[in-house]
């Protein structure tokens, strides 16, 4: 209903193209919007004025751009064959794109279909294939007849190659330091550790059947994790160490970043696995719960179905958050233990953070 208002003329078909845009391209607006609307009913003040104005204004720049762009075009000039090549190079970066929201979809629901190889091995044959439309070596219908190509097509295609061959390393098991984002996470891999290896980045070797009940490893970092909260709290009682609750989610890409560049420094990886009993809770799991559960929220009853709907719930119940990735340092109770920290990459802030979790589990 709200696309078929877009065809108005003036800025009102424009704001309505843009809010189509919104609603269909930004599933990540829930977390961000419902974290700053339990800050805003819990603590108020003008934190969440500015960040929903910020939200706001973040969206609404760039995709009311995008709306006016066909209005643009009739300024652009006549198009031909580089329109064409414009198209046509969108169309790879579109399909590119779909198989990343589509392995998101994949890891959500652990099928395991497009694992992180079979991820790489499309975008390098959707970016080779790329390379070679912007040399001139495939043709497409509408492209121009012609032998040269501009410099401009030239240093893209240089670009794009370059590219490819740096994806083709993360076949073996790579890091890809600059896509570690986009790509399913290591641990969701044929060859977790890379290929020809049973255990990577200086992990220290740890006994798979020897881990308690409940428990498995996070590979390739080899951190002995739980994503059950009851059990990796009853454990933490046993041991007497104290918690860190990580709230993840299957298709987070910061919880990605976090998990590349700060879980696989070695002061990191080591203060987890020696100090503290690590639960990951994935607020998107979509396995059924045994039973629904009826639970009283903001006034009115929800209906808790999945895994990920209890873990969903208990962080904004008990943590007062709805945003991922988010840590919490507990004591065997279950009971705060100092400041909880969100995303940032920043290592040595980290490591201060579990440090200071351990001064006060320890008082």
Not at 79 to 85: H, Q, R
Not at 142 to 167: E, K, N, P
Not at 198 to 222: C, I, M, Q, R, Y
Request: glycine fraction near 10%.
């Amino acid at each position: 209903k709200v696309d078929a208002q877009a065809d108005r003329s003036g800025f009102v078909g424009i704001f309505f193209m843009a809010l189509a845009l919104a609603i269909v391209s930004f599933s990540c607006t829930g977390p961000i919007v419902g974290t700053l609307l339990v800050q805003a009913a819990s603590e108020g003040g003008i934190a969440p004025i500015i960040g929903m104005f910020g939200f706001s204004l973040a969206i609404a720049l760039p995709f009311a751009l995008f709306a006016a762009f066909p209005g643009w075009l009739h300024s652009l000039p006549k198009s031909g064959g580089w329109m064409n090549t414009v198209k046509v190079v969108l169309g790879f970066l579109e399909l590119a794109l779909a198989f990343k929201f589509l392995s998101n979809a994949d890891l959500v629901l652990q099928y395991h279909w497009i694992e992180r190889e079979v991820f790489i091995a499309i975008w390098i044959a959707v970016f080779a294939a790329l390379s070679l439309y912007l040399f001139g070596k495939i043709r497409l219908p509408h492209d121009d007849a012609t032998d040269r190509i501009s410099v401009g097509r030239l240093l893209l295609g240089l670009l794009t190659l370059s590219f490819t061959v740096y994806m083709i390393p993360g076949l073996w098991g790579a890091p890809l330091n600059l896509i570690n984002a986009f790509p399913p996470p290591q641990h969701y891999s044929e060859s977790p550790y890379g290929v020809g290896y049973t255990a990577g980045g200086g992990s220290a070797n740890v006994d798979e059947g020897a881990l308690p009940e409940g428990a498995h490893l996070f590979k390739p970092h080899n951190i002995v994790t739980f994503n059950d909260y009851e059990k990796g709290l009853a454990y933490a009682k046993q041991v007497n160490k104290p918690v860190m609750l990580d709230f993840t989610g299957w298709s987070c890409v910061n919880c990605r970043k976090m998990e590349m560049a700060v879980w696989r420094d070695a002061k990191v990886r080591d203060i987890i696995n020696k100090d503290y009993v690590l639960i990951s809770l994935y607020v998107d799991d979509k396995t059924k719960l045994p039973e629904p559960i009826v639970v009283n929220e903001n006034g009115g009853q929800t209906t808790l179905r999945t895994v990920g709907d209890r873990w969903s719930y208990l962080q904004r119940t008990k943590f007062g958050a709805n945003a991922q990735p988010f840590y919490v340092l507990l004591d065997g109770n279950g009971n705060p233990i100092g400041p909880s920290r969100s995303y940032d990459e920043n290592i040595d802030a980290y490591v201060n953070f579990l440090r200071n979790g351990l001064k006060e589990y320890a008082k």
